[in-house]
Antibody, heavy 117, light 108 residues
């Protein structure tokens, strides 16, 4: 079945880096764009970044632009989010989502990032 | 950036009642790019409606979406116990995706 599994979350100090992964299975990964969406504790959903199916385009929310980088490895069916210069406000559950006609039709269960000294 | 404003913030209803959730956009949104997602506590979101009015695979027909331009609505015709959750509208426009702040449907 179609599945997305995030990993790589953890506790990190402010200013440090972390890389999240999202392993995809059950569908042709190379044919779909992919998103990262986050949810701070007790808050709503915030879109973070998207990468086109062929990596030709990448877009970011203003809140992470210049600090986060989205990428993918088709040979490994894996999506990544490199997060640098982390701030307290980046603490959240990070979800990956498959793009289908500009909405997220499949979601992973999420991985938690805590930013604390 | 298109801002989505959902109302009400919380809807208190009883099972069997009808729920009407509103999503208003700060500028016109293509109906093709308006979706609704459901999220239960401790769970990932789940796609309910796409293209403003099409139900995603496996979604019961008590869920329906409507609207165009800047005003969109999600209706749950008869609330089942499993429908009490938070609902988010989501849109794509100008190379950005945005979500509304969510409407919580709680048991009265």
């Amino acid at each position: 079945q179609v599945q997305l599994v995030e990993s790589g979350g953890g506790v990190v100090q402010p200013g440090r880096s972390l890389r999240l992964s999202c392993a995809a299975s059950g569908f042709t990964f190379s044919a779909f764009g992919m998103h990262w969406v986050r949810q701070a504790p007790g808050k709503g959903l915030e879109w973070v970044a998207v990468i086109w199916y062929d990596e030709s385009k990448k877009y970011y929310a203003d809140s992470v632009k210049g600090r986060f980088t989205i990428s993918r490895d088709t040979s490994k069916n894996t999506l990544y989010l490199q997060m640098n210069s982390l701030r307290a406000e980046d603490a959240a559950v990070y979800y990956c989502g498959r793009d289908y006609n500009f909405y997220m039709d499949v979601w992973g269960k999420g991985t938690t990032v805590t930013v604390s000294s | 950036e298109i801002v989505l404003t959902q109302s009400p913030g919380t809807l208190s209803l009883s099972p069997g009642e009808r729920a009407t959730l509103s999503c208003r956009a700060s500028q016109s949104v293509s109906s093709n790019y308006l979706a609704w997602h459901q999220q239960k506590p401790g769970q990932a979101p789940r796609l309910l409606i796409y293209g403003a009015s099409s139900r995603a695979t496996g979604i019961p027909d008590r869920f329906s979406g409507s609207g165009s331009g800047t005003d969109f609505t999600l209706t749950i015709s008869r609330l089942e116990p499993e429908d009490f959750a938070v609902y988010y509208c989501q849109q794509f426009g100008g190379s950005l995706w945005t979500f509304g702040q969510g409407t919580k449907v709680e048991i009265k």
